[in-house]
């Protein structure tokens, strides 16, 4: 058997060198201002992807302006001196006016953050309940404002001009790295993306300044509020990042992202969207000669910025102690362990890349381990190596199986990679995720759209020479940089462990406790979740003794809750451990993993 | 003869230094957008019949070659899903999906299987859907013939393993218990429950029950229904030479000949909910989600493109549409507000328009989007927007046939549920047909706005409060309440609030 493999290893590995890894073809232009230009001329479809990406995302953002750079992309959508608007000039007169009713507002925000700190008020100082008759006022008036700007704004037309010339998913993302933006255009009509996203860069207007952050708390509604998990990931991303920027969530802190204004705004586009903190890509359908010279004349108008932006210094400090966060949600049971790890570009990224590899699908260690054999983990577990610019962290994760604990799952997944750090991994094992890696590194390649992104992501990750360098690299890790990897950085120390638990209640209800009216319902379910915590043997046997006498005197209607609380009190104490017989020696089994040494 | 050639050369040469000459004169960037000019597009739909051909055994297939990169797909689509099922057995057209590929086939037990596949860094997939479902192969060209080899192995003699079986069934009921935990799923499942009936197929979804009562040959039953050679259409692209790979397709799949007769048809939706506002509570959300609709129309569809436009314009065109531009621009209300009309092609589809929104303002939004629904029924489509909808359709046709693999997927799937090949190559006129006149006439035949279904999802009390700056929008305005209660994940059944 062994012997077979080792054949079928050595012939796809000579194939593997054979076939080599694709080089896509990227021309490189810098304009004298700074900015970058990468294409790739592709002519199967008259179609052209195009993006650019300013180097800039929340890992940039201090505190008080967290959430900017993801405010900034809704911003870039809202128009220019030519486009947004039917009388700019009149337009930047009212929003003049916003900034300054503002300005008033946010002295009354300065007085309601002391009241808040000496306890004179609750919540947060943004509550209705905490608006005070000077700033109902002022919010009155910019009302007005906002309907008076909304006379001479013309509503998305920088998406209505790119649909009606047949630009599709034109989009935009944050990240903490990076914001890009993109389109596809039909290649006929390239030239119309040079005119608006050079107006957009040379003449860009914030407007709906502040009306634009009603849609961006929605979003925050959406997507972590009202999301099972959400809040916990970014209480888990909080913790994990010690003094790291990365500790913040890209959608910022909400007191920040409510207090932002206009010259804040402004400060940051001159520091991080001038040309020189660019990079544009073109994927498609079009000659590179004449796409240079349109970009001379597009992008060349604008100026370089006089300095360049400042570097991003704060590194993590090394992690001194294992950290932990136990959540309760409506979500099954789950356990996430992340570990720091290395960035983007960092020569032991292959290495963390092939680690995932190891660990992943059903034929990878972690199914086969927590799934298979050791049958406590649901789903499919996964590994996942995430480099980010400045760091960057590895995470395994499972859902647990029903009848196990998160503990369960925890022990087993630090087996995996203790096993890892103890181990070679050996050549079938490894040749399988390269020859995995191999053909992944042309089918990433399949797509113009996606390449696009990649070269975009690339770039203001590192280097967008990442594209073709990888996958040589990745086929050059041997079994020992696995296992030093592995050594180095799965340490308890170096780790943070989310587990979810499922909230009480938010399972599948008993259907004996359907039955009950809803509000003998709730007084039930709370009283049956306060014995859950009791774990005392000799106070629930009293409880229990206590509420048999009751249940004779009480009436009809509350009869059924009584009895339910009784039979949940006695399923409670059926699991607890017996208690001690007096005098006699323990009877109680030690738990797992805590036998006494012989 | 010779000087009368060297002339308009020379002509030309000098011609074209002077262009030169001029664009280097830096020509000024036009003050607006609509002031450039462009080249005209070249673009033919490709040729379907060009690209199908007939294996021996009668399978359709598309193919073509794309040499680019040394990857080929093979995608075996066949007709026939959940609408099968049998009684008592829901759940079966997933777990068939799962253990179809992850249960051994042929000699290979489903390890083994497992292990071979991901060292040839081969893709293998099989998944049954809602009316037709597909086994597909993705690998890299040198492992061809292995790939082939195991794909029809798959195909004509899947294992279905018990141990993997077990497992599908243990991760359907993992994912059963989260049936309650993301608004949006509770609202997925009610809308197509009020929009369809509880007792079509769409509604008929597994419990706890009906997986547990699947067995091994209930699989081996619906694969001898499903896996017919009778049912395929295939479409195939990349590294290969086409003789080559038809004549490998005929040896394989193509001598494989169907024994039973093919899947009996789609039936047909018979009844919808009465119109009203159905609620159903989430308490622990702060954000409610709404869905405004009805059931929807198939084709052959003669205002086809018009409702396509007039729903483009509504609320299915994102920014530039009237939903987005009302709900989440001028109000804020909301983040994310679409519509959607999907013609179906062997069942109706349905008209939804929805958003989320903060519990206090689903009621303001919900009225915006009634009242949006009535203007567009009222015809008052500007010419200007009608064009933009218009390009937006046909301007993006490149992109439907953007590689050679999108190409053949896309023909294969017009057979699979019988969509001729003229959609296509009339699609650019028949679009550019539509009036302004049509979209209303479309608008009024189509959405029904005395027929209203309306769900909301989230806190039921907190969004039946409304806003008190907008004391006029209120649910019950808008229809009778109906509260719906939570379901159990695992019976379905409806549990007390």
């Not at chain 1, 181990?423 to 042309?442: I, Y």
């Not at chain 2, 021996?56 to 959940?82: H, S």
């Not at chain 2, 479902?133 to 082939?148: T, W």
């Not at chain 2, 309650?180 to 597994?206: C, F, H, P, Q, S």
Request: proline share 6%; charged share 25%.
């Amino acid at each position: 058997m062994a012997k077979r493999y080792l054949l079928t290893a050595l012939a796809v590995l000579l194939v593997a060198g054979a076939l080599g890894a694709q080089q896509v073809q990227v021309r490189e232009e810098v304009l004298p201002n700074g900015m970058k230009l990468l294409l790739v001329e592709r002519h199967d479809s008259p179609t052209v992807s195009c993006g650019w990406v300013a180097k800039v995302g929340s890992v940039n953002e201090p505190p008080g302006i967290t959430g900017i750079s993801h405010l900034f992309e809704h911003m870039m959508f809202k128009g220019t001196k030519t486009i947004g608007t039917s009388d700019y000039a009149k337009d930047a007169e009212i929003m003049a006016e916003q900034d300054a009713v503002r300005a008033e507002m946010e002295k009354e925000y300065t007085l309601l953050r002391e009241k808040l700190r000496r306890g004179e008020i609750s919540g947060n100082i943004y509550d209705p309940a905490n608006m005070t008759p000077r700033l109902k006022e002022l919010r009155a008036q910019l009302e007005k404002l906002f309907a008076a700007e909304k006379q001479v704004i013309v509503k998305d037309e920088l998406d209505q001009i790119y649909t009606k010339e047949g630009g599709s998913g034109l989009n935009a993302f944050t990240s903490e790295d990076q914001t890009a933006y993109f389109i596809t255009v039909p290649a006929n009509k390239l030239e119309l993306w040079f005119w608006l996203e050079s107006d957009r860069l040379a003449n860009p207007v914030f407007r709906e300044f502040y009306s634009e952050r009603d849609v961006v708390r929605e979003e925050r509604r959406l997507r972590t509020e009202s999301t099972p998990t959400g809040k916990f990931d970014e209480a888990a991303n909080a913790m994990f990042w010690e003094s790291s920027p990365y500790s913040h969530p890209v959608v910022g802190w909400p007191s920040d992202v409510e207090s932002i204004n206009r010259a804040q705004a402004l400060a940051y586009f001159a520091t991080y969207y001038a040309p020189n903190n660019l990079t544009a890509a073109l994927v498609g359908d079009f000659d590179s000669d004449k796409v240079i010279a349109l970009a001379k004349e597009y992008f060349g108008r604008i100026p370089r910025a006089k300095t360049p932006p400042p570097e991003m210094i704060t590194d993590e400090m090394p992690q001194i102690a294992q950290k932990r966060l136990e959540a309760e949600a409506d979500t099954n049971p789950e356990v996430e362990i992340r570990f720091h790890a290395v960035p983007f570009d960092h020569k032991d990224m292959f290495a963390f890349q092939l680690v995932a590899d190891l660990l992943n699908r059903r034929t990878g260690r972690l199914y086969k381990a927590l799934v298979e054999d050791e049958k406590v983990a649901a789903g499919e577990p996964y590994g996942m190596y995430r480099p980010m610019k400045y760091e960057g962290y590895f995470e395994v994760g499972a859902e647990v199986k029903d009848g196990k604990q998160p503990q369960d799952v925890e022990v087993a997944l630090f087996t995996q990679v203790d096993k890892l750090a103890a181990t070679p991994v050996d050549d079938h094992e490894l040749q399988k995720v390269k020859n995995q890696e191999l053909a992944n590194s042309f089918r990433r390649l399949q797509s113009n759209f996606y390449l696009l992104l990649q070269l975009l992501i690339y770039d203001s990750s590192g280097d967008w020479r990442f594209l073709n360098d990888a996958p040589a690299k990745l086929q050059a890790v041997t079994a020992a940089d696995i296992q030093r990897i592995s050594k180095t950085y799965f340490t308890k120390e170096n780790s943070g462990i989310t587990t979810y638990l499922r909230k009480s209640g938010s399972a599948t209800e008993d259907p004996e406790l359907a039955a009950l009216p809803a509000e003998l319902k709730a007084m039930v379910k709370q009283q049956v979740a306060q014995i859950g915590q009791l774990n005392d043997r000799a106070k629930l046997e009293q409880m229990l003794a206590r509420m048999r006498q009751m249940s004779g005197q009480m009436p009809p209607a509350m009869k059924p809750g009584l009895e339910y609380i009784m039979k949940k009190a006695q399923e409670h104490l059926d699991t607890l451990p017996a208690a001690p017989a007096k005098g006699g020696a323990a009877q109680t089994t030690p738990p797992a993993g805590e036998q006494p040494k012989p | 003869m010779r000087r009368t050639h060297l002339f308009p050369i020379v002509a030309i040469i000098l011609a074209s230094a002077a262009m030169a000459a001029a664009a280097e004169v830096e020509p000024a960037i036009p003050a607006r957008p609509e002031q450039l000019k462009y080249p005209a597009l070249a673009f033919k739909v490709p040729d379907a019949a060009a690209m199908r051909v007939k294996l021996a055994n009668g399978v359709p297939v598309y193919i073509a070659a794309d040499r680019m990169f040394p990857l080929v797909t093979v995608q075996v689509f066949f007709r026939g899903g959940r609408y099968l099922e049998p009684a008592g057995k829901e759940g079966l057209a997933e777990l068939m999906g799962t253990v179809w590929r992850t249960g051994g086939a042929g000699t290979l037990d489903a390890k083994a299987l497992d292990e071979e596949l991901d060292f040839l860094a081969a893709s293998l997939s099989t998944s049954v859907g809602g009316i037709s479902g597909s086994v597909s192969l993705n690998l890299l060209s040198k492992d061809l013939d292995r790939g082939v080899a195991l794909m029809m192995d798959v195909l004509r003699e899947p294992r279905f393993d018990e141990a993997r079986l077990a497992k599908a069934k243990e991760d359907m009921l993992s994912d059963m218990k989260r049936r309650n935990d993301e608004t949006e799923a509770i609202e997925a499942r009610e809308w197509d429950r009020l929009v369809y009936g509880d007792d079509y197929w769409i509604n008929r979804l597994a419990t706890k029950a009906s997986v547990d009562a699947i067995t091994r040959d209930d699989l081996l039953a619906f694969h001898k229904l499903l896996a017919n050679p009778a049912n395929f259409v295939v479409a195939v692209a990349g590294d290969f030479d086409r003789a080559a790979m038809i004549a490998k397709l005929n040896a394989t799949l193509g001598a494989w000949k169907p024994t039973v007769e093919a899947v009996p048809a789609v039936p047909q939706p018979s009844v919808s909910a009465k119109p009203g506002v159905y609620m159903v509570n989430k308490p622990d959300v702060n954000q409610g989600r709404v869905s405004i609709g009805h059931l929807g129309v198939k084709r052959p569809l003669p205002d086809e493109f018009a409702l396509e436009v007039a729903n483009d314009i509504l609320g299915g065109g994102g920014f530039t549409a009237w939903m987005m531009s009302r709900v989440r621009s001028d109000e804020g209300l909301a983040y994310s507000a679409y519509s959607n009309y999907s013609i179906g092609d062997l069942y109706p589809g349905d008209f939804r328009a929805y958003f989320q929104s903060k519990s206090s303002t689903c009621a303001q939004a919900a009225q915006l989007t009634i009242d949006i629904m009535n203007k567009m029924r009222a015809g008052e489509v500007t010419e200007k927007e009608l064009v933009t909808s218009k390009n937006s359709f046909t301007e993006t046709l490149p992109r439907v046939f953007e590689s050679k693999l999108r190409t053949v997927m896309r023909f294969a799937q017009d057979e699979l549920v019988g969509r001729p090949h003229a959609y296509w190559t009339t699609y650019r006129q028949r679009v550019g047909a539509v009036t302004v006149p049509e979209v209303g006439k479309a608008a009024r035949a189509h959405i029904k706005t005395d027929r209203l279904i309306i769900l909301v999802v989230g806190n039921v009390d907190a969004i039946l409060k409304g806003n008190p700056d907008h004391p006029e929008a209120k649910f019950d305005k808008l229809g009778p309440i109906v509260r719906l209660p939570l379901r159990d994940p695992l019976t379905l059944k409806p549990i007390a609030d």
